[in-house]
């Protein structure tokens, strides 16, 4: 399985960007898709999550309102819209995928098995 990201670089404060991630080798129907991000000197930590077909979502508080997380099945694809950036949203941007399917979101790292290699996303003032 891989998981490979793409869409980040450098941003003003204010704009936006648009993270994707493909995932390969199997898919991932029911299983719970997301990302967290890691900031220099800091713990990784969660960003947004979300399961197909019940429609679960959550969002850290610090994004709520600003970015958007979506999923694209047919794709196996996970994206993660970021709007209003911030210059405390610098960091690298991990994809991952739940270990196992649950009826609940998992929001912290032991839950999801797969992890992506990251993209940096750095937001200038």
């Known amino acids: 399985v891989q998981l490979a990201e793409s869409g980040g670089g450098l941003v003003q404060a204010g704009g936006s960007l648009r993270l994707s991630c493909a995932a390969s080798?199997?898919?991932?129907?029911?299983?719970?898709m997301g990302w967290f991000r890691q900031a220099p000197g800091k713990e990784r930590a969660f960003v947004a999550t979300t399961r197909d077909g019940a429609g679960l979502t959550i969002y850290a508080d610090s994004v709520k309102g600003r970015f958007t997380i979506s999923r694209d099945n047919a794709k196996n694809t996970v994206y993660l819209q970021m709007n209003s950036l911030k210059p405390e949203d610098t960091a690298v941007y991990y994809c991952v995928v739940e270990n196992r399917p649950r009826t609940w979101l998992p929001t912290d790292t032991p839950g999801y098995g797969y992890w992506g290699q990251g993209t940096q996303v750095t937001v200038s003032s």
């Open positions: 080798g199997r898919t991932f129907s029911g299983y719970a």
